[in-house]
């Protein structure tokens, strides 16, 4: 019943029904609740992306983590029917892809909840349904892991808004559906707007961000969006402050910006 939603949200999420075969690690998401279980779990981590600390695992997780959370808020806006994240259903997998390790998600027991047709009572479940994923599902591994790697939970909850804003806004662009596209932009102003900060385990709701909109690297007639905060790849190993991180100061900025179209415009044309 739910196949083509299924495969859909596995290959934008990479979040399953069963673990991956190229899995090298798995674990409990409801044994990382315990200390000991986060750090075997930051430990197994930290070589596999080349962490120079803590601190960058436990960002990278949480960015990695924010695909568990799209996925709910995709499914929301373009499926009549959500699946349920419980940490008693979640296993987390370490997966060594080249030069990184990137994270993926399998589910133990499906379960769906399907949308009200009613749109106030669709209103009302969609704020149930967020409001348990991020207290109940995502909140209690941030603490944990706010323990191991010694960011601030705002730290953690920080990497969420730029990928947020990242995805939806390219699923936006890439759907014909007026309809849809309302639907997701009313539902991702729902996220910000209606979910106390309490929820967060915060004084404020994490989504509730203004975004900064800087020149690009290439095109100056072109605007990206600032991060909201530092993914702490400077703290891997080779790693650096990207064009994006708001730690850049505006003259490095500008600086790769001059040094990057220099070598664009001294780069042979192709045919």
Request: charge should be neutral; aromatic fraction near 12%; include cysteine.
């Given at each position: 019943?739910?196949?083509?939603q299924?495969?859909?949200?596995?290959?934008?999420?990479?979040?399953?029904l069963?673990?991956?075969?190229?899995?090298?690690?798995?674990?409990?998401?409801?044994?990382?609740?315990?200390?000991?279980?986060?750090?075997?779990?930051?430990?197994?981590?930290?070589?596999?992306?080349?962490?120079?600390?803590?601190?960058a695992?436990?960002?990278?997780?949480?960015?990695?983590?924010?695909?568990?959370?799209l996925a709910?808020?995709?499914?929301?806006?373009?499926?009549?029917?959500v699946?349920?994240?419980?940490?008693?259903?979640?296993?987390?997998?370490?997966?060594?892809?080249?030069?990184y390790?990137?994270?993926?998600?399998?589910?133990?027991?499906?379960?769906?909840?399907?949308?009200?047709?009613?749109?106030?009572?669709?209103?009302?479940?969609?704020?149930?349904?967020?409001?348990?994923?991020?207290?109940?599902?995502?909140?209690?591994?941030?603490?944990?892991?706010?323990?191991?790697?010694g960011l601030p939970?705002?730290?953690?909850w920080?990497?969420?808004?730029?990928?947020?804003?990242?995805?939806?806004?390219?699923?936006?662009a890439?759907?014909?559906?007026?309809?849809?596209?309302?639907r997701?932009?009313?539902?991702?102003?729902a996220?910000k707007?209606?979910?106390?900060?309490?929820?967060?385990?915060?004084?404020?709701?994490?989504?509730?961000?203004?975004?900064r909109?800087?020149?690009?690297?290439?095109d100056?007639?072109?605007?990206?969006q600032?991060?909201?905060?530092?993914?702490?790849?400077?703290?891997?190993?080779?790693?650096?402050?990207?064009?994006?991180?708001?730690?850049?100061?505006?003259?490095?900025?500008?600086r790769?910006?001059?040094?990057?179209?220099?070598?664009?415009?001294?780069?042979?044309?192709?045919?």
């Amino acid at each position: 019943m739910y196949e083509e939603q299924l495969k859909d949200i596995a290959v934008k999420f990479d979040l399953h029904l069963r673990r991956p075969a190229e899995a090298l690690y798995s674990f409990h998401a409801a044994e990382l609740l315990d200390e000991a279980g986060m750090r075997s779990f930051a430990e197994s981590y930290k070589p596999l992306m080349k962490a120079l600390d803590a601190g960058a695992v436990g960002a990278y997780f949480a960015g990695w983590l924010a695909s568990v959370a799209l996925a709910v808020q995709y499914s929301l806006s373009f499926y009549p029917a959500v699946p349920v994240i419980a940490l008693s259903d979640l296993d987390i997998h370490l997966i060594p892809a080249g030069t990184y390790c990137r994270i993926a998600y399998s589910l133990r027991n499906l379960r769906m909840e399907a949308a009200p047709e009613d749109p106030e009572a669709r209103a009302c479940w969609r704020d149930r349904l967020l409001t348990e994923l991020y207290r109940d599902t995502i909140g209690p591994l941030f603490e944990t892991m706010t323990v191991v790697s010694g960011l601030p939970a705002g730290e953690l909850w920080g990497q969420f808004p730029s990928k947020f804003n990242y995805y939806l806004e390219m699923f936006a662009a890439g759907n014909d559906n007026t309809k849809q596209v309302k639907r997701l932009q009313a539902d991702y102003e729902a996220l910000k707007g209606k979910l106390p900060g309490e929820i967060f385990g915060l004084r404020r709701n994490p989504f509730q961000v203004q975004v900064r909109w800087i020149q690009s690297l290439a095109d100056p007639e072109q605007k990206v969006q600032m991060k909201t905060r530092c993914c702490l790849y400077y703290r891997t190993e080779g790693g650096s402050c990207c064009f994006t991180c708001p730690r850049l100061k505006e003259e490095e900025r500008e600086r790769q910006r001059t040094e990057y179209r220099q070598l664009a415009s001294a780069a042979p044309a192709t045919e």
